[in-house]
């Protein structure tokens, strides 16, 4: 084999690792048309198995991005939870059913699908966007990373502070081996039951001489796992212990006569240990059993050995028992021991970022892991993809690690309760103080739902969440307070349920030109712009009508506003008079819905808060808490989140929304 | 140019014209697994243009082969009308808002998407379930057609009666020339108000002798337009006349000061006629202008030299004035003289059918052009399919006759009425009897668009309907009586709101394993199957399980439809007891669950009316008129029509179901 000549070229921004949390973060890049690339060490993208289960918060984001539709169609929808666990008598009963999802608090329900088709809408979204020239470069990994740390703080167009060396693998070195020669797949070699196999890729591949690069990189984001080889390279660590919980997970179409096999549900044996079933797309349904004889060794892991398929069917069984339960067909199995760590850091010098499994690692229970991974890249993609193009100043991406690394150390906390809570014996009667209280466990896994769905993330003070309080304190202990001259006070009591630091919650309006409603979030696309939300109250009444004149006149006269209007910042309205009184051109000043001398007058800019003929009255205003008299200005971030809320008067109202931009955006 | 030697090879079904009429018909042919033909004399599909609007039961028949999501999501959704007329003064005004689907008709609203895209979602679906053997061939067109007379009633599968020639072309010879030399794309190739050029392609083709081959079919399907060379060669006429009201339909992205220009709108100018407004999909609209001022010369035609896209907007500027109306983009026009006529016969010895614009022609103001042609196929193709298969009676194939040609005469009365009272002059006041009264417009309007829903449409008695009546009046004449052996009687009383010879109305019902709320509807797939609903009632009471369980095993026992069951003839249950207090395994016998030995009970076959938690009530018995307690059955038809309603009681009930399937299934 020649050795080929080492190329040297330039990136904007390196992804490491192309799972959920990688392609969430190159689908910003697509849609913020930032230069990057993404590579991955494995040959071929997942068939099967892996994460499944899709949180509301999700879903909410792919619909901002165009494709929750897909998976909507394709999933399992899961709707109810039930409770399995020993009556007086130590038989096994159904305790409760309650909802997966408490009604009201979303538009979506959760769902399952396997984590290959996620990724599929991922790359089929990045083809689109980026026109192709974005694609994930597989059996590709970094083998060494050097950082100019005199370049890193000059954020000049020019400055590419990261220098990475990526070796280019055969097919075979990046074909993970599955054990037992088995025909199943399996997932024990992304476990942390088996050794990370990334050094010795890199040897092997060396040893042959195989064909490297260099790139030069202004920013790079390691996705790439548990065993995070971008997280060693920093020297960060992952804080916490693992546990002496070993579960098995197999993917199974099951046989049996158990009458919920189709809901999901927590199953409390007597003394064989816990079961959770997860049903799945097409016919399948995961089975999640606490291995209660295999016990970790004296060095803390487990024999991987000792657990096949069957060891997992056979623990099953006896904790279903009396029913039945055996299959013919298995997709997919894997085993771990359940590990709860917290990265110490999730940046270097807001150069390097770590996102998903490489800064949190927990059990999967609670279908939590491919969901906040996405997020994590979710929360990051657009800060950078602004910063790299100049529109947003370099100090947001501090807030990457203040707000995800506090959720991480929530879910954390969240799990640990949780985890010992579902795998925890249940007590046998009240005396039993050793045991799990089943009504404890059942209130537990209500109150956890709300947290797993993802709504509750609340981020904390910053630049980008112009609310009271100590920025460190609401974070992680990051200070992202930014100037202080430009510190803005919104006003959270003109709109009570449009919450600073939460995501935008979503209540049905409808088009002012053509009477569909929407779900007022879907018009939040996710296209790395802000949005100046007006709740333009009754703009009927003559005193309301010329605060939004005043209001409008200010802002598309704003020397530092105006210009970034369209193009980084959206404005949508939505008011409070009658649709069949209101009309667009005669009630609302042009700076709400542009002309284009081609295409005419912007009909989907403004919105009203009024009944439609077939899907009832989304009631939005009271719902949002707002005045429906008076109105508000909210500002979301390119995320949904809410970065400010203030009032609509002319010059006051201005004097925020002005407040707002000059801390966030390059002036 | 060598001249290859003619070859000859054999298919079930030959489609001519590859429209939305033809796609329908080669979609059932792939989903029913016959050996299909279908051929186009276009070189290339459609992509701006032509018909736009699909109706409420075109979008449900869309969701039935599953594509709806995709039309769902890429359309225009009209909302509402609003009528526009003068006022006592003669100043244009909006006098009326009405929804533009009554609210509770069904789960879709009416949406407006190009032709184009229609083709797309079909091509793909044939595609996917023809596993890529069933493909458009594109610049093909018959010949010749020989039909052997000895041969038509023989239904034996070796018997092919039909001979066609199939000329193929250059792809020059296919693409229709353009008029004016315009960079605007047009349909004038495709109206009336242009000579059909099949003879002239077949002409030029033969002087420099074209490949050419031979084919012989079972049965033959001409869904080749108005101009239908498959109706000319069975000398079969088109009835009617046509009117002297000259249109032209433009798409544009319109620059306007008109308020309801997202709206659709009827407008109603003194006396510069009328004109109407179809927003749709990337902000383009459709505007239906009358030109008043072309009128067609002695031979009844007009001349198409005087319409170009100017012509047009200066009308359509006269009728909307004072509000002003320009445009820079235009995407396509077209100019037609309506006609309305209906073929005297869809269908020659049940062996070359005819469908879509080939037997009907109308003007298409009321949305309906491509709608009812799509409806005629897919009518028509479950039926050949089931025929060609050699499961049902070759006599069922009458019944397109009698129920589509109704159903054209029906719409052509419709058209009729309600194009003299668009095209109108609006009456000045009471006294003006020779202007249209705008009350009474609104009103035909309003009737007429549960007409134009597609909804109301009611197959009279035949062997597939069991209802009373007489099989001829109730269609178009045509005798589907069947054997008065098989006759069987209907109790349309125990479900009355599931009418005989009406498509299968929607509610909302909870899958019974997993508490999923479905619209009942989506469970009857186009899969080529007839369906047993069975309504099973309250299950928990001992009286009803005894009938439920003396019906199950007459079905499971019958000699006659058992070996269809699940293959032909699918079974759905839904129950009115708690679903909280049933359980599947324990409560429903086994023929309503199948047992499979690798994919264990079947989970989607047991519905239940009860509330769900995030989707409200469907309420489902109540709102298909059908008694908690007793229940009842009915069978659907493959393509959701309901052809039987009797009872759940043991011998009696069963005697109805097996009489029904001994008149349309091959004993």
Redesign the interface.
């Known amino acids: 084999m020649t050795v080929p000549e080492t190329k040297e070229s330039k990136c904007d921004v390196l992804i490491v690792g192309a799972g959920p949390a990688g392609l969430m973060l190159a689908a910003w890049m697509a849609r913020c048309g930032v230069n990057a690339r993404i590579v991955d060490k494995r040959s071929t993208k997942i068939f099967s198995g892996q994460a499944d289960g899709l949180q509301l918060r999700s879903l909410e984001i792919f619909d901002s991005f165009g494709f929750s ?1 897909r998976a909507w ?1 394709e999933a ?5 939870i039930c409770m399995w666990n020993p009556d007086e008598n130590g038989k096994l009963r159904r305790s409760d ?1 309650v ?1 997966d ?1 408490q ?1 009201g608090l979303s538009r979506f ?1 959760q769902i399952v699908l396997h984590q290959g088709r996620i990724e599929r809408f991922f790359l089929d979204h990045i083809k689109k966007h980026s026109k192709d020239t974005l694609r994930v470069e597989r059996a590709v990994l970094p083998e060494t990373l050097d950082i100019a740390e005199d370049l890193v703080g000059d954020h000049s167009p020019g400055t590419y502070p990261i220098t990475v060396k990526l070796r280019h693998l055969t097919d075979e070195e990046a074909t993970p081996a599955q054990s037992n020669g088995s025909s199943t797949r399996d997932g024990l070699f992304r476990s942390n039951l088996t050794e990370d196999d990334t050094d010795d890729l890199i040897q092997k591949s060396r040893e042959k001489e195989g064909s490297t690069e260099i790139v030069k990189a202004k920013y790079m984001v390691g996705c790439d796992g548990a065993h995070s080889w971008t997280r060693r390279q920093l020297g960060f660590q992952l804080e916490g212990e693992p546990t002496d919980f070993i579960w098995g997970v197999l993917d199974v ?5 158990f ?1 919920d ?3 999901r549900c927590a199953v409390h044996s007597a003394s064989s240990g816990s079961l959770m079933v997860i ?1 799945r797309e097409n ?1 399948l349904v995961r089975l999640y059993i606490q291995l209660n004889e295999i016990k970790p060794d004296a060095s803390g892991r487990a024999d991987r050995s000792q657990i096949t398929p069957n060891t997992i069917i056979k623990a099953a069984q006896k904790i279903i028992a009396p029913y039945s339960l055996t299959y ?2 298995c997709d997919w199995w894997t085993a771990y021991q359940i590990g709860q760590r917290v990265g110490t850091n999730f940046d270097y010098n807001s150069r390097v970022f770590l996102a998903g499994d490489a800064v949190h690692t927990h059990s999967p229970k609670a279908g939590q892991g491919m969901n906040v991974s996405m997020q994590d890249a979710f929360n990051l993609g657009w800060k950078l993809g602004l910063v790299v193009k100049g529109i947003a100043q370099p100090s947001i991406l501090k807030t990457y690690q203040s707000e995800r690394r506090r959720v991480a150390q929530d879910l954390i906390e969240f799990d640990h309760k949780f985890s010992r809570l579902f795998s925890g014996r249940p007590a046998k009667d009240i005396m039993d103080t050793e045991g799990v209280s089943m009504a404890d466990f059942k209130d537990a896994f209500v109150k956890g739902n709300l947290f797993a769905s993802g709504l509750s993330v609340d981020y904390g003070a910053s630049m980008l969440v112009a609310k009271e309080g100590n920025t460190a304190e609401q974070g992680d202990g990051t200070d992202v307070s930014g100037s202080s001259k430009t510190h803005v006070s919104s006003k959270q009591e003109l709109a009570t349920n449009v919450k600073l630091g939460m995501r935008f919650p979503s209540f049905k309006v409808l ?1 002012q ?5 929407w779900h007022f979030q879907e018009q939040l696309k996710s296209d790395g712009r802000f949005r100046i939300i007006l709740f333009a109250g009754n703009v009927l009444s003559p005193q309301q009508k010329s605060r939004l004149d005043a209001f409008c006149a200010a802002l598309s006269t704003s020397s530092l506003v105006a210009p970034h209007l369209y193009k980084n910042i959206d404005i949508l309205t939505c008011h409070s008079a009658p649709r ?1 009184d209101t ?4 009630d609302f000043p042009e700076v709400l819905h542009p002309f284009d ?5 912007d ?1 989907d800019s403004v919105y009203v808060d009024d009944v ?3 899907e009832g009255f989304g009631d939005a205003y009271k719902n949002y808490g707002v005045d429906k008299e008076t109105g508000c200005v909210v500002i979301t971030r390119p995320d949904q989140y809410i970065g400010y809320v203030g009032p609509l008067d002319g010059e006051d109202g201005w004097a925020g929304v002005q407040g707002y931009f000059r801390g966030v955006l390059v002036n």
């Open positions: 539709d169609k399992n929808h899961m709707i109810e059913r909802p999802v009604p329900t179409i099951p046989i049996t006569d009458p096999i189709r809901m049903p016919k013919e067909y088009n030109s053509d009477a569909r409603p069949a009309e667009l051109l005669r001398k081609t295409t005419g007058w009909y439609s003929y077939h």
